[in-house]
């Protein structure tokens, strides 16, 4: 692609999207930015999508039964560690954390734990934890927060260095959309020996 400026790919997405981007323009965005659907010149854009309604009228949802992960602690690997995205990165970080302006939001994975679980592990903030589970081994420096439940850890899937698919299942999926099970597993966490 041979682009002048982020102008010109601006103005091409609203090109290709004109029932959502149709009032947009790169000027118009400024430093507030501007929401879609923003249908013409004059309209202020789109605070809250689906805010009165959704666009397919009433919104359709459906109840599901709950189901226990795959995979439980237990007392080899009595942790539940789930992973997730961290405000400034987006999926494995190879774009955003090649940008230095989101890059000094945080330049390292962490494992969050809760101050519970740190302080009967005597854990401290910045220590370096080995998790392991049935499937591997990582290391990953300690977040201690109460953001987190005690027996539960939270590791961001930013930080190649840190790769939480070490740990997690690709072999339980769920029964209707067949995704894997990345997002939930059951770990063990030691401090790494001095």
């Known amino acids: 692609m041979n682009y002048e400026n982020p102008e010109e790919i601006f103005n091409e997405m609203a090109s290709l999207t004109p029932k959502s981007y149709a009032g947009m323009s ?3 965005l400024a430093l507030d930015g501007l929401q879609w659907p923003c249908p013409d010149r004059d309209h202020p854009g789109t605070l809250y999508l689906h805010k009165e309604q959704f666009a397919r009228g009433k919104g359709k949802f459906h109840a599901v039964d709950y189901q226990d992960p795959a995979e439980m602690p237990d007392e080899k690997y009595p942790y ?14 190879t774009m955003t954390r090649i940008s230095p302006h989101l890059d000094v939001e945080q330049k390292t994975g962490y494992v969050t734990v809760n101050p519970q679980d740190a302080e009967a592990l005597a854990v401290k903030e910045g220590d370096v934890l080995v998790l392991s589970s049935r499937r591997g081994r990582m290391e ?17 899937i930013h ?5 939480p698919n070490v740990l997690t299942s690709a072999e339980a999926v769920d029964p209707l959309a067949k995704i894997p099970e990345f997002k939930v597993s059951a770990v ?7």
């Open 159 to 163: 930080f190649g260095e840190n790769p």
């Open 140 to 156: 990953a420096p300690a977040n201690i927060s109460p953001t987190v439940k005690p027996g539960t850890l939270f590791l961001p």
């Open 188 to 194: 063990n966490i030691e401090k790494l020996s001095a």
């Open 26 to 28: 790169y000027g118009r």
């Open 80 to 93: 539940f560690l789930t992973t997730g995205r961290m405000f400034a990165d987006f999926h494995t970080g």
